[in-house]
């Protein structure tokens, strides 16, 4: 499988990163959800202890690509986390992604269930 690829991000409202990926795939990640999963070293001790990393509070600083395969996020507390991008869009937690697709918020009416026709 080829590796995922963005074409455009965008805030959403105060709380969350919007993601256009390539492929038409569209994600909202909170950025407490984004921050709770950095992949850094001292972000794991804090989960493997227990803690989240971030908080309630979490703010997103700035976001940047990293060529075509990461991206950098800078936080208001001053962490930054780099992540591959196949390990940031595993984090999607959209209704396909968790499997529902029956279930969209947007993009569309839902998916007709297995054993119906799509309709025209």
């Keep these: 499988m080829a590796s995922p690829k963005i074409r455009s991000t965008s805030r959403v409202g105060h709380y969350a990163l919007g993601i256009d990926w390539e492929g038409g795939h569209e994600s909202i990640m909170p950025y407490t959800h984004i921050r709770a999963h950095c992949p850094c070293d001292d972000c794991t001790k804090l989960r ?10 979490t703010q997103l600083g700035d976001v940047e690509m990293l060529g075509d395969r ?6 208001t507390d001053g962490h ?18 968790i499997g529902e697709p029956e279930r969209p918020i947007t993009g569309g009416p839902p998916a007709p269930p ?5 309709r025209a």
Excluded at 80 to 97: D, G, I, K, N
């Design 70 to 75: 990461s991206i950098f996020f800078t936080w």
């Design 80 to 97: 930054e986390s780099v992540f591959l991008l196949p390990e940031l869009r595993a984090l999607c937690r959209c209704a396909y992604c």
């Design 114 to 118: 297995p054993d119906e026709p799509e």
């Design 48 to 57: 493997e202890a227990g803690e989240l990393p971030g908080g309630p509070g």
